[in-house]
């Protein structure tokens, strides 16, 4: 069965960090792209990162770009998160999901099927 | 980047009836090179992560029942319930992945009437 299992979230002050990260299972991991979505507290989906199989080839919505960084270890199975200079507007729930290619490049097969069950971020001081 | 927009924002529908949500991307998201949309449908019910329904705007993923289709082509697409029941109520979403950023609607509140 895949599986993906997030962890990392938690309540941190404006401007601090914090690093989430998504567990893979049941697929080979590092054939497959991957991706953050987001969810604010009441609102709808927000495309936040993705990055190729092979861990080379990174994009970024521009609401994160320069503050955000993706990853993944691909002997691990697991696909990082590191969030830096968080803002109250971070606040959400944080899922990854699985692409059905390993390119990132424009049309490529980047819906998401799974994802996991999400993280909670919350930014408050 | 590409906007894509659902309509209507919510929808009440009677259990046995035919429950129609629309979704319109601001470019053409058809790639003639292999005449694919590069669109995707989602479910997501209260406190759970979304579930693919649809990909390339019509291929019905697996295990999705068949009361749900998915049309359309180019920049107009619809997800079409076609006998509302009531595990069905839901928010449903559009994603365009034609290119980055990737892009969702804003999505669709789905009640029972």
């Known amino acids: 069965e895949v599986q993906l299992v997030e962890s990392g979230g938690g309540l941190v002050q404006p401007g601090g960090s914090l690093r989430l990260s998504c567990e893979a299972s049941?697929?080979?991991?590092?054939?497959?792209?991957m991706s953050w979505v987001r969810q604010a507290p009441g609102k709808g989906l927000e495309w936040v990162s993705i990055?190729?199989?092979?861990?080379?080839?990174?994009d970024y919505a521009d609401s994160v770009k320069g503050r955000v960084t993706i990853s993944r270890d691909n002997s691990k199975n697991t696909l990082y998160l590191q969030m830096n200079s968080l803002r109250v507007d971070d606040t959400a729930v944080y899922y990854c999901?699985?692409?059905?290619?390993?390119?990132?490049?424009?049309?490529?097969?980047?819906?998401?099927?799974?994802w996991g069950q999400g993280t909670l971020v919350t930014v408050s001081s | 980047d590409i906007v894509m927009t659902q309509s209507p924002d919510s929808l009440a529908v009677s259990l046995g009836e035919r429950a129609t949500i629309n979704c319109k991307s601001s470019q053409n998201i058809l790639y003639g090179s292999n005449n694919g949309n590069y669109l995707a449908w989602y479910q997501q019910k209260p406190g759970q992560p979304p579930k693919l329904l649809f990909y390339?705007?019509?291929t019905r993923e697996s295990g999705v029942p068949d009361r749900f289709s998915g049309s359309g082509s180019g920049t107009d697409f619809t997800l079409t319930i076609s006998s509302l029941q009531a595990e069905d109520v839901a928010v449903y979403y559009c994603?365009?992945?034609?290119?980055?950023?990737?892009?969702f609607g804003q999505g669709t509140r789905l009640e029972i009437k």
């Open positions: 390339w705007a019509s």
């Open positions: 990055i190729s199989g092979n861990g080379l080839s990174t």
């Open positions: 999901g699985k692409s059905m290619t390993t390119f990132i490049t424009s049309r490529r097969e980047n819906w998401f099927d799974p």
């Open positions: 994603q365009q992945y034609y290119t980055t950023p990737i892009t």
């Open positions: 049941g697929f080979p991991f590092s054939s497959y792209a």
